[in-house]
């Protein structure tokens, strides 16, 4: 008796203990929803193992649900849809990297504003195994526009082309470094970091400025090398690896005057003698010889020159790059058609997005927009197309920001998945906080998409639809219904099920693959 007791005791506490915690629902007007935290209470959910013949569904939408969890059966209605999708993973694509998003200042500042609960949940939200599993960050080296002030390491002296004075930055030390250490803490994967440079010391640069039209001194390409190595070194003794670097933010924005923040142009034939006689060199002849090359880290329209021409040029930089970063900001106007350039050319070099973030745009006069259901929409189609045009990853840009959209020195204040409110103490998750997590949460690095196929017998509907086999030999169907409620069928090998998607929504679903 009184073991039975004891066992219904433990069996009770640790589904308590392990209960998903629903969202604590803020309406807002003209829009969905937001979740809010607070130091008492902040949303968490779950990722169920399936149980064989069965399958977990999580469903978010417009109408306010947030990872609403169910688990069906496989069995359906022979007469209720018109629409199946088909699944086949014997045909395999790419292997994941993974997903996640960044530490700028802006975003430590942020977090480190609130009380050290409202820390942890943040962190949790998104790197715990009861939050989005996040498994990438992308962090500048020195500053950038999501910064308090313009500043890059070994400012002083000048012309230091030994880079005599490199020391991190008081960012670094009080805000972004103890929010790695957080993250390196609570997560249950490996995290891989990516670190970036907007801008090296003016000193190098050849108009003297942090903005603006600019390119690297001749004089300064190893320093520039040197600059990353160095920065590499001094995160690692942090106690904060890095997995991979970019050979410069947006090069075009410095090489036009594209934009009023920190920059550094580049024409394709100096990159690519840069990263073959300067970068690649230093990297693979130091003990961080394993480090990701990452080229590009620039809009889609630009792949095919910061790769494909620039290799022209320097066909020997090739060996040294690994992958290329792509942004979203110009998707709407560029198909995804243009990773083949790539893809099929070099199939052995990743391509990853490196950054996106929403309200970014001079006519969005809504920097923030709390509970935009439109703005998650736009990350989950993106994500669609950028993972069936076999990219390996996405990254989000700020991991959190504040109620206008900063701090950010040259006032270009953006969205974020989570808003901070300091003033009232709590923090904000908005629609693209969940359009991330029904992706990163449930496609785990090394997991291999599958083909998957719709059958209808009416016109093509407007779903968008893509497939995983996980490491842990499950599979993830991932769909996003942008119409009204509907009903299809999902069919693999052996079973077959009916699956009800809710207006507006996305849905993952995953099932034991045997």
């Known amino acids: 008796m009184k073991f039975t007791v004891f066992v219904l005791f433990l069996f009770t506490h640790t589904n308590t203990l392990f209960a998903d915690k629903p969202c604590a ?37 417009s109408g306010g649900l947030r990872f609403k969890k169910s688990v069906g059966q496989w069995s359906y209605d022979q007469t209720c849809c018109k629409l199946t999708l088909e699944l086949d993973p014997s045909k395999k694509y790419q292997r994941i990297e993974g997903f996640g998003g960044a530490v700028t200042d802006s975003a430590a500042i942020n977090w480190k504003s609130l009380p050290p609960v409202l820390q942890d949940y943040l962190v949790n939200s998104y790197f715990s195994e009861n939050g989005l599993e996040y498994n990438m960050v992308r962090t500048p080296i020195g500053g950038c526009d999501f910064s308090t002030r313009p500043y890059a390491y070994n400012e002083l002296p000048l012309d230091d082309g030994g880079l005599t004075n490199y020391t991190l930055s008081p960012e ?63 995160y690692t003794a942090a106690g904060v690896p890095i997995w991979g670097i970019t050979t410069t933010n947006e090069p075009i924005n410095g090489l036009l005057s594209l934009a009023k923040f920190n920059s550094l142009g580049w024409t394709m034939q100096e990159m690519g003698k840069w990263i073959e006689h300067n970068l690649g060199p230093t990297i693979r002849n130091s003990k961080f010889k394993n480090v990701k090359i990452i080229t590009g880290d620039d809009q889609r329209i630009t792949i095919p020159y910061w790769f494909n ?132 949460k449930f496609i785990p690095r090394n997991s291999i998409r599958i083909k998957i196929t719709e059958k209808h017998s009416i016109l093509p509907s407007s779903l968008h639809k893509i497939a995983f086999l996980t490491p842990k030999n499950t599979i ?22 009916t699956l009800l998607l809710e207006a507006h929504s996305i849905t993952t679903v995953e099932y034991p693959h045997t």
């Open 309 to 440: 021409v620039m290799l022209i040029y320097s066909p020997k930089a090739l060996e040294y790059i690994d992958g290329i970063g792509v942004h979203y900001y110009t998707d709407k106007f560029i198909p995804p058609a243009i990773f083949e350039s790539v893809t099929l050319t070099h199939p052995d070099k990743f391509i990853l997005a490196t950054e996106a973030c929403e309200g970014s745009f001079p006519w969005e006069k809504s920097k923030v927009l709390l509970g935009s259901w439109a703005r998650a929409k736009a990350y989950i189609i993106d994500i669609f197309q950028d993972l069936n045009y076999n990219l390996v990853g996405w990254i989000d840009w700020n991991l959190c920001l504040d109620m206008e959209g900063g701090p950010n020195w040259a006032g270009n204040f953006v969205d974020s998945p989570i808003i901070v409110d300091k003033e009232r103490q709590e923090f904000h998750k908005q629609p693209m906080f969940y359009a991330m997590g029904h992706f990163s």
């Open 476 to 497: 993830v169907v991932i769909i996003y219904n942008d119409g009204n409620a509907k009903s299809i069928n999902i069919r693999n090998k052996k079973h077959k099920a």
């Open 172 to 234: 670094d030390i009080f805000y972004k470094i103890p929010m790695f250490k957080s993250i390196l803490k609570v997560a249950k994967t490996t995290v891989h970091v990516i670190a970036t440079t907007w801008s090296p010391p003016v000193w190098m640069k050849s108009n003297h400025n942090y903005s603006g039209s600019s390119q690297l001194k001749p004089q300064y390409y190893q320093s520039y090398a040197d600059y990353h190595l160095k920065f590499i070194e001094k």
């Open 25 to 61: 629902i803020r309406s807002i007007a003209n829009q969905s929803v937001v979740c809010v935290c607070n130091s008492t209470y902040c949303d968490e959910v779950l990722r169920d193992q399936p149980a064989p013949g069965t399958f977990v569904v999580y469903t978010s939408s």
